[in-house]
């Protein structure tokens, strides 16, 4: 079935550092959608990416789709500990009939 | 708009007892899910319904069963509940189909002893 890795799986930081995340498909994506899961939260909506090679800024937050739709980034410029959680990407294959999460990256910020 | 409810919040079970999840949401979605999440692990598909009247199986379908009871609601239940269905359940909604945001409830805490 479809696969969507996403690495690293955990990712520890100071205040002020930047971070990424990074997801891969084996299969091409129809597109690909990122969420936020604060600690002891459920999974929140961030955004969705659709095109080739698209670029989304979020303020300090910056979505990238590759230009083949087989992967996708995140990355997050000077953290604060308000982004401290777990980041989920989840992509459709295009043939399939949903989405399939990856297993996520869990971001700490230390102060 | 409360988007998607769940109830109950949480739960303790003895090991054999069954119940029900239950998930609505307000959104006019098509689509619905269950995912169960395990402490410090990803979310794992247990049923999802493409639109009302369907149903499918995800990755970790045994043990559940799923009623789409209609466009609003979709609900879980745990026949004989074991120890290793202790879990956070979510449900999830998207407008569907090829919309794929998904709308995720608050979740139920679920333990079985």
């Known amino acids: 079935g479809q696969q969507v890795m996403q690495i690293p799986q955990y990712q520890h930081v100071q205040e002020g550092e930047d971070f990424t995340t990074y997801c891969n498909s084996s299969?091409?994506?129809?597109?690909i959608q990122w969420y936020k899961q604060r600690p002891g939260g459920h999974p929140v909506f961030l955004i969705q990416?659709?095109?080739?090679?698209e670029v989304k800024k979020q303020k300090r937050l910056t979505f990238q789709f590759g230009e083949a739709k087989k992967n996708s980034s995140l990355h997050i410029t000077a953290t604060q500990t308000t982004d401290v959680g777990t980041y989920f990407c989840?992509?459709?294959?295009?043939?399939?009939?949903?989405?399939?999460f990856g297993d996520g990256t869990t971001l700490t910020v230390k102060p | 708009n409360a988007g998607v409810t769940q109830t109950p919040k949480f739960q303790v079970l003895k090991t054999g007892q069954s119940m029900t999840l239950q998930c609505a949401q307000d959104?006019?979605?098509?689509?619905m899910y269950w995912y169960r999440q395990d402490p410090g692990m990803g979310l794992r598909l247990i049923y999802y319904s493409a639109s009302e009247g369907t149903t499918d199986k995800g990755e970790v379908p045994n043990g559940y069963n799923v009623s789409r009871l209609n466009k609003r609601e979709f609900s879980l239940r745990l026949e004989s509940a074991a120890p290793s269905q202790t879990s956070v359940y979510f449900c999830?909604?998207?407008?569907?189909?090829?919309?794929?945001?998904?709308?995720f409830g608050p979740g139920t805490r679920l333990t079985v002893l």
């Open positions: 299969t091409t994506l129809s597109n």
């Open positions: 990416l659709v095109k080739s090679g």
């Open positions: 989840a992509g459709r294959n295009t043939n399939a009939g949903k989405s399939t």
């Open positions: 999830a909604s998207s407008p569907g189909p090829l919309t794929d945001t998904q709308y």
């Open positions: 959104m006019n979605h098509n689509s």
